[in-house]
């Protein structure tokens, strides 16, 4: 069985553990109606539109 010769030190067991390179930034796509922008392929929380249809209704 192998066994490690030498004790990893705190910082390089962590380093390895660390998932913080992973993250990303949303995406993000500008709605063709109003401009605003929303997550693609998703309906427009804004405007209520989706491909440019009216899909659902928004209150203001």
């Known amino acids: 069985m192998a066994v490690p010769k030498r004790k990893l030190s705190s910082a390089r067991k962590n380093k390895r553990r660390s998932n913080v390179w992973k993250l990303q930034a949303p995406a993000l796509a500008k709605c ?21 249809r009216k899909v659902i209704e928004v209150e203001q």
């Open 32 to 52: 063709s109606q109003c401009g605003s922008f929303k997550s693609p392929h998703r309906v427009c929380p804004t405007c209520g539109y989706y491909n440019g």
